[in-house]
């Protein structure tokens, strides 16, 4: 699977298919190796895990292991992973941030 090997690493990825997040269709996602998902490309690589410090740019977002980690450290466990399976219009975006 691709992934994301970096402390603070960011990713921009295509679906490929249409996904509604609050009513709004989008096509592309920024992750994070730092445990989030935003829906704004322009979100920014790294910033504290404080949802009320943060600037419109990040939003709207998905953080369900919002910290600082780290997948680039030598012997590190923690790593992002993602894939997209499934033919169309039967697609599935699979995140995950592992250890």
Known sequence: MPGIEADGGIETIGLGFDFF?????????????NGFISFNENAPTNHGNDLDGI?????PLVAPLWDDLDGSAPNSASKAYYQISGTAPNRVFTFEWEN
């Open 21 to 33: 997040f609050e009513g709004i269709s989008y096509d592309t996602i920024v992750a994070s190796s």
């Open 55 to 59: 600037g419109a740019t990040s939003r």
